[in-house]
């Protein structure tokens, strides 16, 4: 199973909906809080270009936001991202 990031404020509707998601699915992963450390949101921003929250990382790929993790989920790319499932190379891109 892929390492899994996701960088979150406290009263973020989008991040709470982003972890239910991925906890659904049975998936370990670290949650970056940057409203309590400065630190973390320079990585955030570094890391994905993006200000907004949440920022979610599946190893080095950037998903983006919870829009772009369901719609990840919906194109049925998200689960073998996660390696719940086998990568079809021979699907059509």
């Known amino acids: 199973m892929s390492n899994v990031v996701i960088y979150t404020t406290a009263i973020c509707p989008y991040c709470i909906r982003a972890k239910a998601l991925l906890q659904r699915k049975g998936v370990d992963f670290s949650e970056i809080r940057i409203d309590l450390d400065q630190d973390s949101m320079m990585e955030m921003l570094q890391r994905s270009r993006r200000q907004t929250v949440p920022q979610i990382f ?15 989920d919906q194109e049925g790319e998200l689960d073998p991202r996660l390696g719940l499932s086998p990568i079809d190379d021979s699907a059509p891109t």
């Open 58 to 72: 599946i190893g080095d790929f950037h998903v983006g936001g919870y829009d772009d993790l369901a719609a990840l």
